[in-house]
């Protein structure tokens, strides 16, 4: 089984993500990490010595084989969405939940942290917003699952997906708490 999570960066798809795989004892991998792996330096000084195009290529192949060979969870970087292929690959594959949060709430979370390259920018909150209503539809397009982020802990998160996997009977039901 494979569990995708999607969103904008700093909607908690890493957090959250290490969270379930704990919780339901899966593997967990960060689709960023996987390809620093690769490279052998950060996404951010790969992105900003080959640009943009190139490291979306990377992060297609890249994509590419962990949904076809990785069990458990995986936290996609924030673009990912933004080739149809890689939309496609993703929902055929796994189960895809997107982590919707509003431009002002990753805003909070992220305005003082500086390994964002998209968000390395004089107004990043308007930069957030951009990609917020570029990315949006691409994230729905690609979701099976549409979990509101707001103000719940990563607890809560974590247990609205478990929730949702019941429901649609991809999980066997938890023992009730006794």
Known sequence: MLLVLVGLPGSGKT????????R???PF???DHA???????SVREYFEREGEDRFRDLESEVLDDLSLHHTGVLSTGGGSV????????????????????SPEEVFRR????????????ADPQARLRELFEKRDP??????????????PSVSTLVNMIVSQLE???HLPEQPAAS
């Open 29 to 31: 991998v960060d689709s």
């Open 82 to 101: 933004l080739r149809p292929i890689n939309r496609e690959r993703l929902r055929e594959r796994g189960h895809v939940f997107y982590l919707r949060s």
């Open 24 to 26: 339901l004892r899966i």
């Open 110 to 121: 992220l305005r003082n942290d500086q390994n964002r390259p998209l968000l390395q920018v």
């Open 15 to 22: 957090t959250v993500g290490r969270q379930l795989a704990r």
């Open 35 to 41: 390809i620093e792996h690769r490279l052998g330096c």
């Open 167 to 169: 429901l649609a009977g």
């Open 138 to 151: 691409l994230y729905r397009d690609c979701a099976h699952y549409v979990i509101e982020t707001g103000r």
